[in-house]
């Protein structure tokens, strides 16, 4: 199965445990080809949810991502490092902290071994002396450690109709302390890149609803659906680690008044933590 039918069948499938345990009912996803073959080379939508009790109530799933394919790579990546970070240091920090500044890294396993023990170290010793709300840039202690840190960290930067991550040019590898309790490290996004994430919100939404290159919009897709008899339609938004619901329900709502009649619910899926928000 190629990257990106997993990850669709992966948001499909988190988005569908969330609803199957809100509403009591056990589905089945299937992608809607295997379900109706005549639609193998015609308008579909991605999965067809079928109930176990009922074999007449479908649900129409349809997942869209908002990332970049290199910068969700990238993010990827760097939240594998930051989840293997936190387990090491699970019991030694006290506190909630996000990290931003990722910047593109192409290491060999030693090398990001390496890398991996100098973040343990340098995270370790300032997640002690920062209190809520104080933030600290730790890229120039990184890079007296290691060299090949870049001295302006970057994803992508490139105009593009999907999310993507900017980050400033002085911002290296910023930690912020989020709360006293807990014990939490993950990655997020500075406020003060919130501007740019709404430009880029906005550009992907509008990309959504957009045919190109004769890619067709959600809403005629799930409109097959609605055709062909399912009950509900579901547009997800893959967001994969970029969480920001308040922006792109505003945003969402601001960009397709009138536009989505064939589409019942949307929903920002996350699939790695495991979070659903309706839009």
Not at 76 to 86: F, P, S
Not at 94 to 119: C, M
Not at 214 to 237: D, T, V, W, Y
Request: charged share 30%; aromatic share 8%; net charge positive.
């Amino acid at each position: 199965m190629r990257d990106k039918e997993k990850e669709e069948r992966d948001c499909g499938e988190c988005f569908l445990r969330w609803y199957s345990q809100q509403h009591m009912v056990n589905y089945t996803l299937r992608r809607t080809e295997s379900v109706y073959p005549e639609l193998e080379d015609n308008i579909r939508w991605d999965f067809t949810a079928i109930s176990s009790t009922s074999g007449e109530d479908q649900l129409a799933i349809e997942v869209k991502q908002l990332i970049r394919p290199q910068t969700r790579i990238q993010l990827v990546r760097w939240n594998k490092i930051l989840n293997d970070i936190a387990k090491k240091l699970r019991g030694k920090i006290k506190g909630q902290f996000l990290i931003w500044g990722t910047p593109v890294l192409e290491l060999d396993q030693n090398r990001l071994a390496k890398l991996r023990k100098i973040l343990l170290k340098i995270i370790l010793e300032n997640s002690k002396t920062l209190k809520k709300g104080q933030e600290l840039d730790l890229g120039p202690q990184i890079l007296s450690s290691f060299p090949e840190w870049p001295s302006t960290p970057f994803l992508e930067t490139e105009p593009s109709p999907h999310i993507e991550h900017k980050v400033q040019e002085q911002s290296r590898f910023t930690i912020l302390k989020s709360s006293e309790s807990g014990c939490l490290l993950e990655l997020a996004i500075s406020p003060v890149d919130v501007f740019h994430v709404e430009k880029a919100v906005s550009d992907a939404i509008d990309a959504l609803f957009k045919p190109v290159n004769g890619i067709l919009h959600a809403n005629e897709q799930l409109g097959a659906a609605k055709e062909k008899g399912c009950k509900i339609s579901f547009l997800l938004l893959d967001c994969h680690i970029l969480w920001r619901p308040n922006i792109i329900r505003g945003i969402f709502r601001n960009k397709t008044s009138g536009t989505i009649s064939n589409i019942d619910a949307v929903y920002l899926v996350e699939t790695s933590q495991k979070r659903v928000a309706e839009i």
